[in-house]
């Protein structure tokens, strides 16, 4: 089964705002609000960044949003911090249950 | 504090088997679903498999389906993967990770590295 859709790369200077985009189907992003964001540094396990779209586990600094229009999810980092500087992967377990290909993000 | 703990990683010869178990902590086992995930090198995640609290429903990705069986036992606070049949695609990083309401996955463990070789 296809992975959703990310951009394979992203990038912002510190200080800045960038957004990542994650496209599935109907029969998923778009039917279920079961969408999640996980950050992954080098080296170490995913960490929960975003849950059911837009809502944040503890301990998740406000600069971390998400959001979904139609088919489309989006996480918006903003602030960029040096530390943000990572993989991001996109999920769903709405109908599929499948994460998106990743999206590198630079921090310039 | 919540921890999970792969092992059972290692080398195995394509037709292979292997068997992963990831001990649990820190929170109420027996309520939680679980799932693995695994992650080949320099590649992104892929779901395997999920099951819930006390092992009667399983799901299983199509590309490990009738080789890998999910399985738990809540006295021992585990979950395992048996990998029957290891392709050479089946190297990857495999994680074990708690499932949040069961439509995310709140916690993960560090990882158990499987290579599949001859």
């Known amino acids: 089964q296809s992975a959703l859709t990310q951009p394979p790369s992203a990038s912002g200077s510190p200080g800045q705002s960038v957004a990542i985009s994650c496209t599935g189907t109907?029969?998923?992003?778009?039917?279920?609000?079961?969408v999640s964001w996980y950050q992954q540094h080098p080296g170490k396990a995913p960490k929960l960044i975003i849950y059911?779209?837009?809502k944040r586990p503890s301990g998740v600094p406000d600069r971390f949003s998400g959001s979904k229009s139609g088919n489309t999810a989006s996480l918006t980092v903003s602030g960029l911090q040096a530390d943000d500087e990572a993989d991001y992967y996109c999920?769903?377990?709405?109908?599929?249950?499948?994460f998106g290909g990743g999206t590198k993000l630079t921090v310039l | 504090e919540v921890q999970l703990v792969e092992s059972g990683g290692g080398l195995a010869q394509p037709g292979g088997s292997l068997r992963l178990s990831c001990e649990v902590s820190?929170?109420?086992?027996?309520?939680?679903?679980m799932t693995w995930v695994r992650q080949a090198p320099g590649k992104g995640l892929e779901w395997v498999a999920t099951?819930?609290?006390?092992?009667?429903?399983?799901s299983y990705a199509e590309p490990i389906k009738g080789r890998f069986t999910a399985s738990r036992d809540t006295a021992q606070n585990s979950l395992y993967l048996q990998m029957n049949n290891l392709r050479a695609d089946d190297t990857a990083v495999y994680y074990c990770?708690?499932?949040?309401?069961?439509?995310?996955?709140?916690?993960w463990g560090q990882g158990a590295l499987v290579t599949v070789s001859s």
């Open positions: 059911e779209v837009n």
């Open positions: 099951i819930n609290g006390d092992g009667s429903v399983k």
């Open positions: 990770a708690r499932n949040r309401a069961y439509n995310c996955l709140d916690f």
């Open positions: 109907s029969g998923d992003i778009g039917a279920y609000d079961y």
């Open positions: 820190g929170f109420s086992f027996r309520d939680s679903w």
């Open positions: 999920g769903s377990y709405g109908g599929r249950k499948v």
